[in-house]
């Protein structure tokens, strides 16, 4: 499974998540990709996020927690690791 969490994006990049993906909440968005088509997406919202953009995606894989975290742009919450763990830390 995979999850991505969208804030202060262009809609046309949420528009581009709901073609491989559902949207529960908004900006919550939760399907089952390929890494091929995960990759490619978490790219593309890299790319189209713009400088106040901010994402996380979180997926399914073979480490100890059963999962991997990516960030991007300035969250509230850093994804940080601590020996093969992610952790979180709330900044201020």
Do not use: H
């Not at 979180?58 to 601590?82: H, M, P, S, W």
């Amino acid at each position: 499974m995979t999850v991505f969490i969208l804030e202060n994006v262009p809609p046309n990049v949420r528009g581009e998540l709901s073609r491989w993906m559902i949207e529960p909440a908004a900006g919550v968005f939760v399907g089952t990709l390929s890494a091929m088509v995960r990759d490619r997406l978490w790219e593309m919202v890299k790319k189209k996020a713009g400088e106040d953009g901010r994402a996380v995606l979180l997926y399914k894989t073979n480490t100890e927690q059963g999962f991997y975290a990516k960030t991007l742009g300035v969250l509230k919450r850093r994804i940080e690791d601590f020996e093969g763990l992610q952790l979180v830390r709330t900044c201020k």
